[in-house]
């Protein structure tokens, strides 16, 4: 049962007089429990996909199909609605964990501003959850790091931060825009073993953003090619990495050292 | 919040608008137009002039007597009854020692005295011993720059009678006068306040409270006109034009100022000015009737520097005419071949509500037609004084006020004296003249004023300075004042205002 | 576009192209600035602007044909009011208000400009001396700079002026000496970003010295915002001058000047037309210089128009 | 401080050595950080030498070293028998001319303002061999020859690269040194770029140091790899030694970190 | 970019003072080595100044004496070589001694601790007006930007700059005083009305402190214009910069990523976007300050407010050179001090630069 299903989504942007097509009749699907994986060269619209469904597309564009989350049409819904929903129920996290927080405001009072708002919980009690969600996602010495500012953690221990962040409302979907391309490899498989485990405790319906087939190839269940705004082939990870269909998705893993790639 | 303004929250307060020329109100170093404004309010002189009527010397403080040969002035305190602000009463020493202390240190006014010895004869009689005959001493004492101040707290607060005096702050913050005002607050930036000086022996004024505030001519006009002013004194003609005469009084006299070209009469730096037909040749190009204009209403022409008022004067009906023809051919006869001449002025600098700037932009558009050519130099008074005092300006504008309504205080302006020295003008370059002043110096009485009148024609003659205009002291008073009195003397005498 | 249509093989960089653009700030900002130098005008500010600022030059350059009569000439009533024959009015010497404004353009824009430029110049070759040596030069340089921003602009301009005498050279010499450090400081900081970019870096690897690698890869990268910086500080200059001869320290009578004509039109409240229309000429001619300069600004990058900024002025 | 000795370099003069470098910075609030300690490498002719690491471990402050665009706090660093003096204001010296350098961002790393035929024509010049023209470099690295005349704004991140890499070679290098030349790529375009890199500095007879955080592509192309971290060289070995026997617990702990491309849905690490 | 806590300690040494206290000291060093260079400036500039302050302390008579001209030189130490004369100068500064001025020999600190106030008084109400307006304008028009709405704003703003302000100034004096009323007119109080009792200078606060509430009426109508014409080109300046300040940081990831914790815009705004932006404004309204001063000489002209900047404008025309030093060292230091200040304020409120 998909938690999110997209249909036939296209989204166009006008910059001056001329109009851009960035998504061009998307459709793919989101489940619980399960990582779907984006991958697309620079520019394919993966972010712009993920950005739809938080309903922050860029000001000036036009979105049409269909975004399904559980029953509610998230394409055309007053951006009032669906800030009921942002935070509480969709959730995102970003690519450079460095600058997605604000450099002047603490950690505690970031990764809770949003529960106090949804949930409604008195400061103390936001804190104290705070705390324990830090200590969810394995951030080191919770109770300290919450009367911290960004510019003091590691860009690692960051996006934990920021994947706290993120699930502390209990949300059903998370949107995770490249969450690793800005960290180092070993600092990666941390994030990634994050990712999985929270994907499966939670019961999250996670869509993952990335160029890397690596990645993918590690936690994603299923994968989702994108080329200039279009899907050019979706499928289970391990038949699409090893036998891909589509002459892309083929170039594309071919192209990467060490893959191993099923002639046909 | 200005809307109750009209309402004339001032009440006993009568508010007094001028653009501040203040350096101090200790009456014996005080010697410009605001300070005097000021000290004729605070101190007592021991001469007045009558009504404002500068031809009459009378008394006040004291009686005196001239002896003939006018080389020895007898003063006797007349008003006994006469009070300091702090009670004191005033007498004979005061009298000396403020003479004393005027002579003594050095100050700008300090010639007013000069080659007088005081005396103290006894408690009521003191003598004025001139070393040649000086029939102006009683032109001469009514000035406010010889006020009589309280010797006793003047000396208690560093007042001495030589150059080592350092009772001017004091005498700033504190006045020691005994005229119908004492100071309140000073501020030589912004604002004087005067409050009625309880002891003072006449009749008390009908403000208790003066306050004078530094305001440029601008501000006044609206001022005047809004009732937050009661009296402006800087209003040129052209702004007065524009109030609305149901609110205002206007009251306009002949200045004692006297505004001037001055041509240097050295070659090396005044160029073609040193010629008298190019001098001559500037007094005939000016079109005197548009300068008339500026000044206004009541602005006269003028023959020589003295105002037609004074003794001495030329009569203005002898001032020169334009007359272009005539100034082309003393320009040929001057071979002045074109070459223009620095024309120097104060550009800040306003002369009874008549822009300095503007008079000199007049004339040089003036003797532009005859063929002269000014470039204009425009500086700062203080800057432009400068140049002047050093002799150093060939040609530009100057004005003179009148220390003491007496023509011997115009000698300044025969070859040797103070102002004349500032175009290199030296005794002896012209034996004519030479002559006249000698006599003039020497006539006695009723042939003061012609001798005077003809070694002022004489100099004028010699284009050195050209007389421009008279203008007009112009005091605008609004109508919560019902009557006053401005005159000659005081411009506007706030004691006597109701 | 179908899914079965042929792809280009994603190992062709140039796929790519089209979106680096859009995802470098500085490369994007000067590809703007190339093609839209002359489109930057094309904005609706940037065309006002242009339009007045033009008028203006025609004004300044036919002076003489446009100016019904002599602007010195002392010719008609004083202070008559705007009407068939003097059209804006006439001034306390009764000269011909229309006449001295559209004469006094032709003093105030090129000494502008002039002063302008001399301080441009000044300020970014000492601004680059600056960002590029660093140390102690950078210092010395820069901390003069700081001292004459430590000093209000017209009060340092005024002591010059009185000092030196009134008059235009005088005043221009003062504004010189007043605004050359906004441009010490944009230039110093642009190159010292562009002293540690890789392209100059690599320059100075290829053997280039200090200073050739200033003239030839530095040099190029700094003047658009100069002249960004000095097409808004135009507009500031004609106000200093302004203020100058309004305190009566600028240009020397009888030459028309605007500031002047406000300083003795404030004197005469029910003449207002003295002091009203030179007012509005400044206003108009600033105001057209701030509008191209924004709309140049705006085509500039980001990053480089913040160092621009208003900050400077 | 670990310090391992390098032993597995083969000639016996090499081109370019570092001896005990280490390099310091002075850090706004008054400290010193020591970016690099101790470092002790040798580069032969005509080998590539992979330098890895996580980011922050002084990876680039090594390539400035080199450079001789950061002053060394200790050490010694010899290129071709001439010591790297650090480059103050004036040209820098001949001799040294031979060590260039690749870098990181290819958005940053030309000149804007200048046509690209100037920019390589300036660097042409330095080659006494006269082995490249303009058109030939173009040619050399897959760019059409109209390249020349355009400014680097109407190139694509990968083309602008590959107009570094020719400016680089145009001088007829040494030592090529690539910083990371391929991490800010699309990671699709990497291996194409690093491997044309590690082709023509071969081919034109210079050696290549080529530091990157992507083991997988240092693996394809580097002949020997040195591991750094926090500031010192951990391990170096040849590439195949290092990749199937890793010595150091660092080392190990890298390579056991990037994921394969196999689908088999196995988190590295 | 980021290295994990323990390398970065194992390889750094740590300063000896504390950064935010070194941070202190550095710029309190900077502070006083501008203030001493403008002193120096002050000094120079006054030497160029081609007038003979004997001439202008003793007037006509005394002048034309040489002897007294001669004593007098050497009581000033004008015969002094022109380094000896700057220390007597520095000397005389360090104890709080500015010279007398030449035109009202009232001491130049006396004068200056009369007109500060009145300046004072005019550029916190100008730079309040500013930095409400102009910030508020800033942000309306970046969140609104390239709307109808954000292209008035700039416009207008652009031509807040351009405006003359000496014109402005007179304009609105006659509109709105001399016309219409609504405002007091010049100077700080009607004429007739006593100043409040001094206790800080500025007529509003002092007028409250005494409870004077008609005073402060008055004071507050009479004020209110003047700030007004000021602040004018400090609006426009304030809110293109916050404008262009905001615009940077809505683009910034930390701000799309608190809207999708789906806050209120509120919030967004205020607490993200705002707050990210007063930290380059917070420098800008320092810099502002500068600007004002300028403006207020000619402002204070036309509105005879008896400040700072008049006095400025008498001691340069009457090149009373004691007052042209006192002013330009006085104004010197209240704009290095306002950048200390302002610097200050950053470090605290940046805690990337508070703890480093
Ligand atoms: N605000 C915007 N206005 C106009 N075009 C935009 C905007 N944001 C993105 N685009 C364009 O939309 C397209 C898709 O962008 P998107 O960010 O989704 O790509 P991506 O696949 O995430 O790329 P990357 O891997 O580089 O992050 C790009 O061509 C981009 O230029
Ligand atoms: N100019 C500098 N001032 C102070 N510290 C610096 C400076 N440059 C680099 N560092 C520090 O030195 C260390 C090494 O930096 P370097 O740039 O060499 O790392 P790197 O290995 O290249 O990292 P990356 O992979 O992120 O490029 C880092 O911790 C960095 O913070
Ligand atoms: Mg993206
Ligand atoms: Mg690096």
Known sequence: MSVISIRDLNLSVTTGSEEKHILRDVSFDLEAGKITGVAGASGSGKTQTGLAIMGLSPDRSTLSGSIDFAGTELVGLPSKKHNRLRGRQLAMVFQDPSSAFHPMLSIGDQITDHLRHHRKVSKKEALRQAIRILGQTKVPHPEEAVSKYPHQFSGGQLQRIAFASAIICEPKVLIADEPTTALDVTVQAGILRLLRELCDDLNLAVLLVTHDFGVLSSVADTIVVMESGLVVETGDREPLITAPQHEYTRSLIESLPGAEVSPR | SGGDSEGGGAGDAIVAETAFNLKTIDPHRQFEFTGSTIDNAIYQTALEFEDGDLTKPTDGLCSYEMSDNDKKMTLTLKQKDAKFSNGDPVTVDDIVFSFKRLQGIEGNPSFFLDGVTVKKVDDETIELISKNPNPALPYILPNSSIGIVNAKVVKENEGTTDENDGAEQFLNQNSQGSGPYKVETYDADSKVVLTANEHYNGPAPKFSKVVLRNVSAETQVTDIQSGQADVSFDLSSDQVETLDKNAVQISSLPSTRSIYIFNNTDEEIGGPTADPNFRKAVASALDYEKILDLAGENGQRMASPVPNEFNGAVPKDQAPDRDLDRAKKLLDKAGYDGEAVPFHYASDQAVNGMDIAQLAQTIQAQLKEAGIKLSLKPAPSATQLDGFRAAEQPMGIGTWGADYPDPSNYNVFVPGGSVAERVNWAEGDNPEIDKLAAAATKAEGDDRGPAYAELFQATTETGIWVPLVQPVSTVVVSNRIESYVSNADVTFDFAKAE | MSISSPKQPPTNADSTGAEALDRNPVDAGIKRWRLRFPKALRTPLGFVGAAILLIWLLVALFAPLLAPFDPLAQNFGRLVAPDGQNILGTDTLGRDVFSRIVVAARTTLPAAVFVVLCSAVMGSVLGAIAGYFGRFVDEIIMRIADLVFAFPTIILAMVIAAALGPGLKNAIIAILLVSWPSYARVTRSLVMTARSSEYVIAGRLLGFSAGKSLLREIAPNVVSPIVVLATLDVGTAILTMAGLSFLSLGVVPPTPDWGAMISEGVSQFSAWWIAFFPGLCILTIVVAFNFIGDSLRDTLDPHTAQEVGETTK | ?269 | MSVSATDQQKNLRPPKIHPLLRFILVRIGISILLIWGVTVVTFLMTNLVPTDPVAAILGDRAAADPEIVAQTRERLGLDQPLIVQYFTYLGNLLQGDLGVSNQTRVPVLESIGQVFPASIELGIGAILLSVIIGLLLGLLSALKQNTIVDHAIRTLSLIGISAPTFWIAAVGYFVFFFKLRLVGGAGRLDPWMTPPPRVTGLYTVDSLLAGQMATFTNALGHLILPSCVLALFTIGLLTRFSRSSVLDIIKLDYVTAAKAKGLAPRTVVFKYIFRGALVPIITVVGLAFGSLLSGAVLTETVFAWNGLGQYAYRGATTLDLPVIMGVGLVIGIVYIIVNFVVDLIYGFVDPRVRVR
Request: aromatic share 4%; glycine share 10%.
């Open chain 4, 1 to 269: 401080m670990t310090t391992t000795k390098d032993d597995t370099r083969t000639p016996a003069q090499p081109l370019l050595e570092l001896d005990n470098v280490a390099c310091e910075y002075k850090l706004d609030g008054g400290g010193r950080f020591r970016a690099v300690s101790d470092v002790s490498l040798q580069l032969g002719r005509s080998e590539v030498l992979g330098l890895v690491g996580e980011s922050g471990c002084g990876k680039s402050t090594l390539a400035k070293l080199i450079c001789g665009l950061e002053k060394p706090a200790a050490g010694r660093i010899t290129f071709d028998s001439h010591p790297v003096k650090p480059l103050g204001l004036g040209r820098r010296p001949d001799e040294l001319l031979g060590i260039q350098m690749v870098f990181q961002n290819p958005y940053a790393s030309l000149n804007p303002r200048r046509r690209i035929r100037d920019q390589l024509t300036d660097a042409l010049a330095l080659d006494p061999d006269q082995t490249w023209t303009v058109d030939s470099l173009l040619e050399a690295v897959d760019l059409p020859l109209d390249a020349a005349g355009r400014f680097s704004h109407s190139f694509s991140g990968g083309q602008r690269q590959r107009i570094a890499i020719a400016r680089a070679l145009a001088a007829g290098p040494k030592v090529l040194v690539g910083d990371e030349p391929i991490a800010s790529l699309d990671a699709f375009l990497q291996a194409r770029i690093a491997t044309m890199m590690r082709d023509l500095a071969i081919e034109s007879g210079a050696s290549m140091i080529f530091i990157s955080h992507d083991l997988s592509i240092v693996h394809e192309i580097a002949d020997r790899v040195a591991v750094m971290e926090a500031g010192g060289v951990v391990e170096v070995g040849s590439t195949e030694q290092i990749w199937n026997d890793p010595q150091h617990p660092y080392t190990k702990k890298l390579l056991s970190a990037i994921p394969r491309v196999d689908g088999k849905g196995i988190i590295p690490g």
